[in-house]
């Protein structure tokens, strides 16, 4: 009967719906597997198979052999990320006993109404989880707060349109689209904006209002995004830019 090795992080938080966050050392990361990217801040691990999360102790318990390094960072946070659904959440002992409880004082047509709403909130979470891919969760991770709306519009306004995958270059420290690389974005922390590039000259787009298209390099044009309001006209370029790479 062979033995089955689990590893267990304490203090894990849950970010959103398939990303977790928690503390381990940039050594003891290195110990789940080999991997060549060593840049930024944060370890990203991702995990290919079910695991448990304990609501009491926080800890968070999977299979190593299940999982992936994709990165190990310069400092002891670590960013853990699931294709899995909510159900491989684990609950704590215990937890379910006050509702019983409550039940059993009132009147058996009243527990009916609020015992539906916590059926229902994992279904979203389960359809979202499976919708983004892993680049894409890794580039929401990283939006500092500053960004986060403004990101995330952004990228929802790309899915709608281009089922791809964002990916993540160490070298640039910035994430490419793929299969085809048509756009890429830098998050910049420091300026607070983000440094998008598309494929094609400033002359071959038609221009918008707010944004100013300038040359970069090897055939792309690059814009910052730092206004919110700037992205429908972000998603513009980004569209035309699809375009350029037929």
């Known amino acids: 009967m062979g033995l089955k090795v689990t590893i267990t992080i304490d203090g894990a938080k849950r970010i959103e719906q398939g990303v977790w966050k928690a503390k381990l050392k940039p050594a003891e990361a290195a110990t789940l597997g080999e991997c060549d990217s060593k840049s930024g801040p944060f370890s990203v691990l991702l995990l290919e198979s079910s695991f448990e999360y304990n609501l009491q102790t ?11 390094l994709l990165n190990i960072g310069s400092t002891d946070q670590v960013i853990l990320l699931s294709g899995e659904a909510v159900r491989a959440v684990k609950t704590a002992p215990g937890a379910a006993a006050p509702a019983r409880a409550e039940k059993s004082k009132k009147p058996r047509s009243k527990p009916a109404p609020s015992a539906k709403p916590p059926r229902k909130q994992p279904a979203p979470e389960i359809e979202l989880s499976q919708t983004l891919s892993t680049g894409d969760k890794l580039f929401l991770t990283e939006l500092p707060d500053e960004l986060r709306s403004m990101g995330e519009m952004l990228l929802a306004g790309v899915r709608k349109e281009f089922p791809g995958e964002l990916s ?25 904006n983000l440094r998008v590039t598309v494929r094609g000259t400033p002359d071959s787009f038609k221009s918008v209002e707010e944004i100013d298209l ?19 006209d972000a998603l513009s370029l980004i569209r035309q830019a699809r375009i350029n790479m037929m």
């Open 168 to 192: 993540y270059e160490p070298r640039s420290a910035k994430f490419d689209e793929t299969p085809e690389i048509f756009w890429t974005v830098k998050i910049n922390p420091q300026e607070k």
């Open 58 to 68: 926080k800890s968070l318990t999977f299979d190593p052999n299940a999982s992936r």
């Open 214 to 232: 300038k040359l970069d390099k090897f055939g792309y044009s690059f814009f910052i995004l730092g206004d919110i309001e700037q992205v429908e």
